[in-house]
């Protein structure tokens, strides 16, 4: 089942958060930036903070519950653009817990983004991911097209980074597929 957050899932969503980042970055990200960010407990202040000021007017966060009371990803979705690509809105963050991978949360997650989305906006969606992350293929296979690649500075490191476009909302929908649906 995919519903919007609650304050009382910022544990979870941190946990997530800290072990997708191991996954999916270990493999390439310098040390000095991915010990802290994969540091649960750093984590959950800093998503406990996030959320105690998150804004519901531009952002909307989408938990993935695999049982119910048990978050297994999550989606962070801004209405504001991405690098200037001239987006409506932008996938922020989009995390599984690894324990659960190739179960199809994922998509349904991307999947109620995007009707959260189509309801609010028919403007171009956008999604960074770094070069070297092991599944940003994932997003290819859900109809995103390569816009922009370029080099970022992030806390004195050089990263690539990929930018994946939709037209629309409705195109992302549609990519995913009908018979997609949001309730695990």
Do not use: C
Not at 31 to 47: G, K, M, V, W
């Amino acid at each position: 089942m995919i519903r919007p957050h609650i304050r009382s899932d910022a544990v979870a969503v941190a946990d997530i958060l800290a072990a997708g980042w191991q996954a999916a970055y270990a493999g390439f990200m310098p040390q000095a930036l991915l010990a802290p960010r994969i540091d649960p407990l750093r984590r959950r202040a800093e998503i406990a903070a996030w959320l105690d000021d998150f804004d519901t007017e531009i952002e909307h966060l989408l938990v993935a519950e695999s049982t119910p009371g048990t978050v297994a990803g999550f989606v962070h979705i801004v209405r504001a653009d991405k690098a200037g690509l001239g987006a409506a809105a932008h996938i922020n963050l989009l995390y599984v817990d690894p324990a659960r991978f190739g179960r199809g949360i994922g998509k349904a997650l991307m999947a109620a983004a995007a009707d959260w989305l189509a309801a609010r906006t028919s403007g171009a969606v956008v999604l960074a991911a770094y070069a070297d992350n092991p599944y940003r293929g994932f997003y290819a296979r859900l109809g995103g097209t390569v816009v922009l690649q370029k080099t970022i500075d992030f806390d004195g490191h050089a990263l690539a980074s990929v930018y994946y476009h939709w037209p629309s909302p409705q195109a992302l929908r549609a990519a995913i597929g009908p018979g997609q649906s949001t309730a695990l």
